[in-house]
């Protein structure tokens, strides 16, 4: 018996070590964060998105940062373009459509086949990502993404 144990122990010992191999393959991001001051002036996440049928995969890493006075949130993104590969810092603006106590939500109007609409949780600093598609008319959107809400997360 104590050979089957020390066995089962090898092996899961030796899967251990190749599974963080394999991982270490990978780019590593750093871990999220919240930033929401006293001053209710701005809120700030950062982490990986992660969720469903994301087109950036699982290894990238997303800034959000909405500033109350200027009616946007900043949405900063890099993710891995290869092996032991980062691609550009890409960044575009959204306008906040909602400041609340406890929550802040930014929407695209709806450029191309997808809108987008973000909603950050300040109580519980939670980010809820939502990708909804639109123009489904046109032969190009039908083809992206398919036909379903995607709904994400920031970790």
């Given at each position: ?10 092996i899961s010992?030796?899967?251990?070590v190749?599974?963080a191999r394999?991982s270490d393959?990978?780019?590593?991001f750093?871990a999220?964060s919240f930033?929401d001051p ?6 700030q ?5 992660k969720?469903?049928?994301?087109p950036t995969e699982?290894?990238?890493?997303y800034l959000?940062?909405?500033?109350k006075?200027?009616?946007n ?8 373009s ?5 691609g550009n810092?890409e960044?575009?603006?959204i ?5 609340h106590r406890?929550t802040v939500?930014?929407?695209d109007?709806?450029f ?9 949780n300040?109580k ?5 990502w939502i990708e909804?598609p639109?123009?489904?008319?046109k ?8 036909n379903?809400?995607?709904k994400?997360a920031?970790?």
């Amino acid at each position: 018996m104590r050979r089957i144990m020390l066995a089962i122990a090898t092996i899961s010992a030796v899967m251990s070590v190749n599974s963080a191999r394999g991982s270490d393959d990978n780019i590593r991001f750093g871990a999220k964060s919240f930033y929401d001051p006293s001053t209710d002036s701005q809120v700030q996440v950062s982490g990986t998105l992660k969720g469903e049928d994301i087109p950036t995969e699982t290894n990238n890493s997303y800034l959000i940062w909405c500033l109350k006075d200027q009616k946007n949130c900043l949405i900063a993104w890099v993710e891995d373009s290869g092996k032991h590969y980062v691609g550009n810092i890409e960044a575009y603006y959204i306008p906040i459509t909602e400041w609340h106590r406890d929550t802040v939500t930014a929407a695209d109007p709806g450029f191309g086949c997808w809108k987008t609409t973000i909603t950050i949780n300040r109580k519980t600093k939670e980010v809820l990502w939502i990708e909804e598609p639109i123009n489904r008319s046109k032969d190009f959107c039908q083809k992206e993404r398919g036909n379903s809400v995607k709904k994400w997360a920031i970790e």
